[in-house]
């Protein structure tokens, strides 16, 4: 099985503050990693070190076999331009608060990258789009604007907005957290289908039930560390950590 | 009487031109001020801003004053009055331009940025087709009350003796000893204001599409 994310020992300080200390994982082809933890335990900044919106200190990542950054001498020293941006089209991200363009149509939200970053003509592209918006199940939607459209759905346009560039991984990082529990069902049916057809994926959550359905490793952060990780079953059924189990233990009812 | 209406037809013209060369300038020009004011480089941040307080801080016609006399009495040189009443508003609208950039600029959420870089899009692009049409949508009303106050202004100009409307309207009164070329000249201003207002309404209504 190939490799699609290889990250080792990635440490990240922000003014001085260690956020990430030493982190490995890997994930593989057509996986699903679920990443669990408290607020403020460095989920995200690793999300955004992936996708390139935040640099690393220090570490090593290659995806599917391209080195983004690699440690040279206790610093991370990144690749050039050219290939961080082939290494960025692989990668998708969906965002917590959706980050839809509000100017744009659905249609041309799904449309606009395709066309002005992978050059595909306009009749592909929305041929793209629409085939996406009709697996999200929201074909009816495409030519409005993403004020008129609810959180699930507009969750569901940037979902098909990320799809469309046909990335190798896609990161979710707490897509649900901004939708009330109906929608949030939604949005967790989609996650699910993706991960039926194996797509690769790492998503962060707070929905423990649905971590532990659909992905093949999870791994617990607290603090900057990954402090558990081990199959879902194991780490969400039987935690070895005090602090995995107290914190599962706060989403029960 | 079409000695007087020419003269300030003149006169109008001269004022348009004040209007408009001094927005062709400004509108972009704010731009590059708004950047400098929001730039990482401490100083050129504290230079843009003092120049903003300035600006903001004195009055127009103080400035018109200053901009025209200041070459005369520092380098002996003179120079045409419409050449320095450009110049002056130029540089005092650029600064109020240059305030209104930076708030729209800075009301557009920075996920919009971080979801633009990871769809791949250039910066360039990620601004003009992205950032910029939404910055756009939030100044258009502050754009427009500049605008309107812009056509008010032009009378300043006369302070340093340039023939626009209302200086050519009030001298022609003092000759016939009538207000009404004064009363013409309030005309003039207000259906210029009105098409300006009229314009900016129209532009908010066509962005008005989405929220
Ligand atoms: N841009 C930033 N500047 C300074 N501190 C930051 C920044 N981003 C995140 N942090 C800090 O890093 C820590 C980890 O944050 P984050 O990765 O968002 O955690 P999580 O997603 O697990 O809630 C937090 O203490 C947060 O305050
Ligand atoms: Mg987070």
């Known amino acids: ?253 | 009487m079409t000695g007087l209406l020419m003269q300030m037809l003149e006169g109008t013209v001269t004022s348009l031109q004040i209007f408009f060369l001094t927005l062709i300038f400004s509108l972009p020009l704010g731009f590059v001020v708004a950047k400098g004011r929001m730039t990482g480089i401490r100083i050129i941040r504290w230079i843009t801003d003092l120049y903003i307080q300035i600006m903001r801080g004195t009055p127009l016609i103080l400035q018109l004053i200053f901009v025209y006399f200041a070459p005369y009495y520092l380098f002996g040189a003179s120079y045409d009055r419409f050449t320095a009443c450009i110049i002056a508003f130029v540089i005092n609208y650029s600064a109020y331009f240059a305030e209104i950039y930076r708030s729209g600029l800075q009301s557009i959420d920075k996920g919009q940025y971080e979801a633009a870089k990871v769809l791949g899009f250039t910066r360039s692009y990620t601004f003009f087709h992205i950032i910029l049409p939404q910055v756009i949508k939030k100044i258009l009303p502050a754009l427009g009350n500049e605008v309107i106050t812009l056509v008010k202004d032009t009378a300043l100009a006369q302070t340093i003796g340039v023939s626009e409307l209302f200086r050519v309207a009030q001298t022609a009164s003092s000759r016939v000893f009538s207000t009404v070329p004064i009363f013409i000249a309030g005309v003039f201003y207000f259906v210029m204001n009105y098409i300006v207002s009229r314009l900016f309404t129209a532009g908010e209504k066509k962005l008005g599409y989405y929220r």
């Not at chain 1, 593989?28 to 995200?44: M, N, Q």
């Not at chain 1, 992905?215 to 070895?240: H, T």
């Open chain 1, 1 to 253: 099985m190939k490799e699609m994310i290889r990250l080792e020992n990635l440490s990240k300080s922000f003014s001085g503050i260690e956020v990430i200390k030493n982190i490995s994982f890997t994930l593989t082809e057509g996986e699903v990693l679920s990443i669990i933890g408290p607020s403020g335990s460095g989920k995200s900044t690793m999300l955004r070190i992936i996708t390139q919106l935040e640099r690393a200190d220090n570490g090593t990542l290659t995806v599917d076999g391209l080195t983004m950054f690699r440690s040279v001498d206790g610093k991370a020293v990144y690749s050039k331009p050219d290939e961080l941006r082939a290494i960025g089209l692989k990668m998708g991200l969906v965002f917590q608060s959706f980050n839809l363009f509000p100017h744009l149509s659905v249609l041309r939200n799904i449309t606009e990258a395709q066309r002005a970053v992978l050059k595909r003509d306009k009749a592909e592209a929305e041929e793209k789009a629409m085939s996406l918006l009709k697996k999200m199940g929201i074909e009816d939607k495409a030519g409005q604007y993403p004020f008129q459209l609810s959180g699930g759905q507009q969750q569901r346009v940037s979902i098909a907005r990320a799809l469309a560039l046909d990335p190798e991984v896609l990161l979710f990082d707490e897509p649900t957290s901004a939708l009330d529990p109906e929608l949030t069902r939604e949005i967790l049916k989609v996650i699910r289908e993706l991960a039926e057809e194996k797509m690769t994926m790492a998503v962060v959550t707070h929905e423990m039930h649905f971590a532990r359905a659909i992905s093949d490793y999870a791994i617990f952060m607290d603090n900057g560390v990954i402090a558990e990780e081990g199959a879902p079953d194991e780490l969400f059924g039987n935690p070895k950590e005090e602090r995995t189990r107290k914190f599962i233990a706060s989403f029960e009812e």
